[in-house]
């Protein structure tokens, strides 16, 4: 059987390894077609913000606190997993604001990977049995013993 806070942890790198892939991977490895590139350049908040300095922060500063708590959560800080809602709420009302979107398949792959385990990250870090770990160690003492089938980082 696979153990719940290791399946956990995998789940939150998934999403993690998902989201710098979908920040990252260059548009450039799709094509050379340049109207296509300054399209692709006005999705996201490059379409609210536009590419100069307040959308290199913005992004930047996203990139940062989506890393901050992905890294709080796989080590079941509470205030990550508050901080986790907080970034997801802000994003969805965010991408209000976005515009048309123009994407390839592949960071529409990446960003359902996101989504999805976005949601698995939730729904775990704030139902039992996982929930009882980022509480414990809210409250300073140690998680409770885990299950046989489970292995805890301490």
């Not at 809602?85 to 960071?107: E, K, M, N, T, W």
């Not at 980022?134 to 300073?140: I, K, L, P, S």
């Amino acid at each position: 059987m696979i153990p719940k806070v290791r399946t956990f942890q995998a789940i939150v790198a998934v999403n993690w390894i998902a989201y710098v892939a979908q920040c990252f991977v260059p548009v450039t490895l799709f094509t050379s077609n340049e109207a296509i590139l300054d399209l692709v350049l006005l999705d996201g908040s490059g379409s609210a913000l536009g590419q100069g300095t307040m959308g290199a922060v913005t992004f930047w500063a996203g990139f940062i606190a989506w890393s901050i708590a992905a890294l709080g959560v796989f080590f079941f800080q509470a205030w990550a997993r508050t901080l986790f809602v907080v970034l997801l709420v802000a994003d969805v009302i965010g991408s209000l604001f976005y515009g048309i979107r123009v994407s390839y398949p592949s960071q529409a792959f990446a960003g359902a990977i996101v989504g999805a385990t976005n949601g698995f990250i939730v729904a775990l870090a704030f139902l039992q049995p996982l929930s009882r770990y980022f509480e414990q160690r809210d409250a300073g003492s140690e998680p409770p013993p885990p299950a046989p089938d489970e292995i805890v980082l301490r």
